[in-house]
């Protein structure tokens, strides 16, 4: 059964000037109707067939509740996925884990305003070099679960974890990640062969690709990266995004204060005193730093 003339659905991945989008409990593959429009994973639209086009075509894009961004080669803000109620960051002992990543991503988190988990797959390795830093990111307020894909344990508790709202699933190539949608969705392989090429033939797969969990839960699978910075989308972001240093900024003596070499300055004074991770303020520097460098150009 073939969809209807025109409709509205979810974006499962956009890539280009095409979209593969969901509508009815039918895939569409769509191009986009007028330079200007830009679509993301998780973005619902509105799409028709034109009479005198081979394929259907999307012409609008409602308003997004969210959008988790990441900045470009050129510091410009670049959408990964929207309408988001989760970030699901997967870690392992193997690849080493770059913990300014987790951070990055956190910080993307709370300025988005979702909830984050860290999800720390391959639990049946050595975590010593891991303890320290998890249960620092425990005591923060960030949920930890150890899994381990391969012998299934600590599955139930993802897919409870899981089983409400949208939740984009990142983290670095190799941790582990398309394993893991591979089991909560095991027919992932074959709707990720439906996206392998766009209409022109290019290969499509560096895209975020959501797929439906249980009941109306879904999970967006981005691709593996070595680097991820969100952008500074309002005044003093990268304080937003660590919640130690937030929560100590109004203590400050200066309402502009960058925590940074101010006097006065709350959160140094808790970095002396060994209460905030020097690693931590590190990462949050070098956040700052970025995100001055690219305000400057």
């Not at 979702?114 to 391959?122: M, R």
């Not at 599955?155 to 709202?165: A, K, N, S």
């Amino acid at each position: 059964m073939n969809p209807a003339d025109d409709g509205t659905g979810i974006v499962l991945a956009a890539y280009g000037r095409g979209a593969l989008v969901l509508t009815e409990g039918h895939t569409v593959h769509c191009g986009l109707i007028g330079r200007d429009l830009r679509l993301v994973c998780g973005d619902v639209v509105a799409w028709r067939r034109d009479a005198l086009a081979d394929h259907p075509s999307v012409h609008a894009v409602e308003a997004r509740r969210n959008c988790i961004e990441r900045i470009d080669a050129r510091g410009r803000p670049e959408p990964v996925a929207a309408n988001l109620d989760r970030l699901a960051i997967m870690v392992a002992p193997e690849p080493a884990t770059d913990w300014f990543l987790v951070d990055r991503y956190w910080a993307a988190a709370a300025q988005c305003g979702i909830d984050a988990v860290l999800i720390v797959n391959k639990s049946d390795q050595d975590m010593a070099s891991m303890s320290e830093e998890i249960a620092n990111f425990n005591h923060l307020g960030l949920p930890c679960t150890p899994l381990c894909c391969r012998a299934g344990s600590g599955l139930p508790t993802v897919r409870e974890l899981l089983r409400r709202g949208v939740t984009l699933l990142v983290g670095q190539s190799g941790v582990g990640k398309s394993t893991l949608v591979n089991e909560l969705v095991p027919s992932a392989g074959a709707q990720t062969m439906e996206l392998g090429r766009d209409r022109e033939g290019r290969h499509t797969t560096t895209t975020a690709r959501r797929y439906r969990l249980d009941g109306e839960a879904a999970i967006v699978d981005a691709p593996g990266v070595r680097d991820f910075a969100p952008p500074a989308r309002f005044s003093r972001a990268a304080e937003r995004g660590f919640v130690e240093i937030l929560g100590r900024s109004a203590d400050c003596r200066f309402n502009d204060c960058r925590h940074l070499q101010e006097p006065g300055c709350a959160v140094r004074s808790a970095l002396d005193a060994g209460e905030i991770s020097a690693r931590r303020y590190e990462s949050y520097r070098r956040l700052l730093r970025l995100h001055a460098q690219f305000a400057s150009r």
